[in-house]
T-cell receptor
């Protein structure tokens, strides 16, 4: 069974641009969560989706948004990029609702660099 | 609001030695606790979790953790480390519909 895939793996953008990251969960998984990992702030929860509905959202500005499609694939978008958005963005999928209660399987992440 | 503290940023142990990684949490109610491992260039992998019941939890790769409510701790242990255990370890607490991670402990293994 294929694991969680994230595309692209690496991305370089400039300030003010926007970016879209993609996550394909493990087949049959319906919950997708997104996390931001930086050296300074560590791992921070962004949002969680289940059956195309956002269930939870972390403390991030409105520039960070996401969505989930009917096939459970998810995208996250960051608009008006800032230097501080440079990070590793991790996606995790799980089978059932309330993703964090179920084992989450993480993808390798997308490394975003903002210049 | 909940919080997680991992006091040790780096720990170095010799291969074959025992290991204990510390984790302290702050949360008003019964916490849901996790330990994850992240190897270089990889995503996170769940080692073990505690929701309720037996306070000594067994995980994968020979790891275990003990929940101690009186000390607000959830320390990770392994009796004998292998070179492949070199990685970064994250403790996390879930509550109030969100998960909070500690800043991580990087484990180095001496041959």
């Amino acid at each position: 069974k294929a694991g969680v895939t994230q595309t692209p793996r690496y991305l370089i953008k400039t300030r003010g641009q926007q970016v879209t990251l993609s996550c394909s969960p493990i087949s049959g998984h319906r919950s997708v969560s997104w996390y931001q990992q930086t050296p300074g702030q560590g791992l921070q929860f962004l949002f969680e989706y289940f059956s195309e509905t956002q269930r939870n959202k972390g403390n991030f500005p409105g520039r960070f948004s996401g969505r989930q499609f009917s096939n459970s694939r998810s995208e996250m978008n960051v608009s008006t990029l800032e230097l501080g958005d440079s990070a590793l963005y991790l996606c995790a999928s799980s089978f059932g609702d309330r993703g964090v209660y179920n084992e989450q399987f993480f993808g390798p992440g997308t490394r975003l660099t903002v210049l | 609001a909940q919080s997680v503290t991992q006091p040790d940023i780096h720990i170095t142990v010799s291969e074959g030695a025992s290991l204990e990684l510390r984790c302290n949490y702050s949360y008003g109610a019964t916490p849901y606790l996790f330990w994850y491992v992240q190897s270089p260039g990889q995503g996170l992998q769940l080692l073990l979790k505690y929701f309720s019941g037996d306070t000594l939890v067994q995980g994968i790769k020979g790891f275990e953790a003990e929940f101690k409510r009186s000390q607000s701790s959830f320390n990770l242990r392994k009796p004998s480390v292998h070179w492949s255990d070199a990685a970064e370890y994250f403790c996390a607490v879930y509550g109030d519909d969100k998960i909070i991670f500690g800043k991580g402990t990087r484990l180095h293994i001496l041959p």
